[in-house]
Nanobody
Framework: QVLLVETGGGLVQSGDSLSLSCAAS????????MSWYRQAPGKEREMVAH???????IYADFVKGRFDISRDHAKNMLYLQMNRLESEDTAVYYC???????????????????????????WGQGTQVTVSS
């Protein structure tokens, strides 16, 4: 299981910057990819940015070079730097992780970890970003 906790949301003005953070815990060695999603009132949840070894970094078209996703593997953190914010960016922002289960055992080389089981996904509780025009 992977637990995700987002921080950094708030109220800003149009044109301002804001940085979101997501702390991951649990089976973090078995995380294969992480993403930021957002959901505005009355709208469906949509992908903002994604990063993984298999697919690299992907941004939604509406980002238009304004946002930057990054990850600190050592600290189990995911970040989203948002610049030139617009009122249309107002939404609840969610951290998302694709992962499998983590198993631990012993092998010829000592302690071993293995990722097993079907692909799974975890969501954070979300953090509100409000951009006033």
């Amino acid at each position: 299981q992977v637990l995700l906790v987002e921080t950094g949301g708030g109220l800003v003005q149009s044109g301002d910057s804001l940085s979101l953070s997501c702390a991951a815990s649990g089976d973090t060695p078995c995380i294969s990819g992480m993403s930021w999603y957002r959901q505005a009132p009355g709208k469906e949840r949509e992908m903002v940015a994604h990063m993984s070894n298999s697919r690299g970094i992907i941004y939604a078209d509406f980002v238009k070079g304004r946002f930057d996703i990054s990850r600190d593997h050592a600290k189990n953190m995911l970040y989203l730097q948002m610049n030139r914010l617009e009122s249309e960016d107002t939404a609840v922002y969610y951290c998302h992780a694709d992962h499998r289960k983590l198993g631990r055992g012993s092998g010829s080389a000592g302690s071993e970890t293995i990722c097993y089981g079907p692909p799974d996904a975890s969501w954070g509780q979300g953090t509100q970003v409000t951009v006033s025009s």
